[in-house]
Nanobody
Framework: QVQFVESGGGLVQPGGSLRLSCAASGFIFSADNMGWYRQPPGKSRELIALITPTGGSSYYLDSVKDRFTTISRDNAKNTVYLQMNNLQPDDTAVYYC????????WGQGTQITVSS
């Protein structure tokens, strides 16, 4: 079955960086767009970054575009990454990956807390 396992979150000071990873299984990873989502405390989950199957194109939510370095993928490892720079307290959230074209079951996510 479709499954996503996110990792790489943690506690970071403002201005810090983190790299998230998501291992996917249960579908033909290389054939699908992949996305990173986040859910801040008390708010809805939102799509913040998307990458096309070959990695040739990517798209970002405007509010994160200037600060998040890149979404990338390794189709040989069925893994998608999100490099985040200049993290701010508003980035505190649980981060998830999924397949935007046909959402699968949500993983446990990875918590990012940005605080001094």
């Amino acid at each position: 079955q479709v499954q996503f396992v996110e990792s790489g979150g943690g506690l970071v000071q403002p201005g810090g960086s983190l790299r998230l990873s998501c291992a996917a299984s249960g579908f033909i990873f290389s054939a699908d767009n992949m996305g990173w989502y986040r859910q801040p405390p008390g708010k809805s989950r939102e799509l913040i970054a998307l990458i096309t199957p070959t990695g040739g194109s990517s798209y970002y939510l405007d509010s994160v575009k200037d600060r998040f370095t890149t979404i990338s993928r390794d189709n040989a490892k069925n893994t998608v990454y999100l490099q985040m720079n200049n993290l701010q307290p508003d980035d505190t959230a649980v981060y998830y990956c999924n397949r935007p074209s046909s959402l699968g079951p949500w993983g446990q996510g990875t918590q990012i807390t940005v605080s001094s």
